[in-house]
């Protein structure tokens, strides 16, 4: 997913911020399997798979 995202134009929209849920119990509890899985502000776009069509939907609605 890291890598689709890098090919995206997402430079107007903001940044990306990569969390190492290991370094954070809660996170490490709640998502465990779910990696990765990408957010935009509180929304969950995906897990697993970049979704691009979902994620530039939410994106535009920001």
């Known amino acids: 997913m890291?890598?689709?995202l890098g090919t995206m134009d997402l430079a107007q929209t903001g940044s990306i911020t990569m969390v190492d849920i290991d370094k954070d119990p809660d996170?490490?509890?709640?998502f465990n399997?779910?990696?990765p899985v990408l957010f935009v502000n509180d929304t969950e776009v995906c897990r697993y798979k970049l979704n691009k069509k979902r994620l530039l939907r939410i994106l535009g609605s920001e």
Request: proline share 0%; hydrophobic share 40%.
């Open 27 to 30: 996170l490490a509890k709640r």
């Open 2 to 4: 890291r890598d689709e």
């Open 33 to 35: 399997e779910l990696v």
